[in-house]
């Protein structure tokens, strides 16, 4: 997991939200910016980026998760009419075991056309048997339950 | 309507509009569904508060999978239109448990793109995303109703919806275009 606590001299994402290190900006609002990733899966792949530095998703407090969202899907919007794009991945890695790699919690928003030669967004498909399935729900249920007691 | 995420289910978690449920054909052993509750197609089609609610969902459901199952990371996916994987007409946000053997890779080749081409992105979008937001939202609430949608005046959009700007006149071609951008997004739901 990456490191938790504000790290904004190490985290280079909170040195380009903050200037020190160039980007292509092409969206900000109040608490985050939008820049095209310097290695895109397809032309126009955008990263969102919270101007606070927070490690991961469940860290990120309510408002700011609602601003990330309204950007990503402006920008989603943005691709298909500007870029002429078909569809658009959005996509988050919560930790290395999730394909994380940075230590700036971040949104991928992608432009998609009809055979690009993305292929990884197409999940495998598998099947619980009813023993397992009810233990899962049951345990995912009573935390989610607790949560919002 | 036939659509799969519409017919009532056993849920983890909903509030007043969206809801989230356990995959029928989980990727993962703890693989989550969150959608709105009102039926749509894609990201474009849902207005701006409920797209936040489904988003904090999202994020609620992964922080309960990471605590519950003890998973070791999670991923959170939207897959926005038949191109990007989208194969249930009803967008959702799929919540994956993740850990380091599970053999699911989420990698791309990155695109080696010049300088000027780079360039010319970040104009484009920046030009779009300057652009003032439409209500165009609420306008595909309902898309399969396009049609009908086309000989209603323009202010019957929801409560959040404010007033046109533009004159009856001018809102016109306007409309017109939008129309057919919505028809060209409703051809990519699966």
Not at chain 1, 85 to 107: D, L
Not at chain 1, 110 to 133: A, H, V
Not at chain 2, 50 to 64: C, G, R
Request: hydrophobic share 35%; charged share 30%.
């Amino acid at each position: 997991m990456p490191d938790e606590k504000p790290n904004t001299e190490q985290c280079i994402f909170c040195q380009i939200i903050s200037g020190k290190v160039s980007s292509r900006k092409v969206y900000e609002d109040e608490r985050c910016v939008g820049i095209l990733d310097i290695n895109p899966a397809n032309p126009g792949h955008v990263l969102i980026l919270p101007k606070a530095h927070h490690g991961l998703s469940p860290m990120v407090p309510d408002d700011e998760m609602m601003a990330l969202a309204i950007a990503a899907k402006r920008i989603s919007f943005a691709q298909i009419r500007a870029l002429n794009a078909q569809s658009t991945n959005i996509f988050i890695a919560n930790g290395a075991a999730a394909g994380q790699k940075a230590p700036h919690m971040m949104i991928h928003v992608i432009p998609r056309k009809e055979k690009d030669g993305i292929s990884c967004f197409t999940l495998p498909k598998n099947k619980l048997n009813t023993e397992d399935y009810e233990k899962l729900y049951k345990a995912i249920k009573t935390r989610m339950d607790e949560r919002m007691r | 309507m036939s659509c799969e995420y519409c017919k009532p289910r056993k849920l983890i978690y909903e509030d007043d509009k969206t809801a989230a449920f356990m995959s029928d054909e989980p990727a993962t052993i703890g693989h989550l569904v969150v959608i709105p509750k009102n039926h749509a197609p894609i990201l474009e089609a849902l207005d701006d508060g409920t797209t936040e609610k489904l988003f904090l969902a999202a994020n609620k459901v992964s922080l309960a999978l990471l605590e519950s199952i003890k998973c070791e990371g999670t991923n959170i996916i939207i897959n926005n239109g038949i191109e990007a994987g989208q194969d249930v007409p009803h967008i959702s946000i799929q919540v994956l448990s993740r850990r380091n053997d599970d053999g699911i890779f989420f990698e791309w080749a990155g695109k080696k793109l010049t300088e000027e081409q780079m360039a010319t992105i970040e104009l484009q979008l920046k030009e779009e995303l300057a652009k003032p937001v439409a209500k165009k939202e609420e306008l595909i609430k309902e898309p399969k109703q396009d049609s009908k949608q086309e000989s209603k005046p323009s202010a019957d959009k929801t409560s959040d919806a404010k007033p046109a700007e533009a004159k009856p006149e001018d809102a016109k071609p306007k409309e017109a275009a939008e129309e057919s951008y919505l028809t060209r997004q409703l051809r990519r739901i699966p």
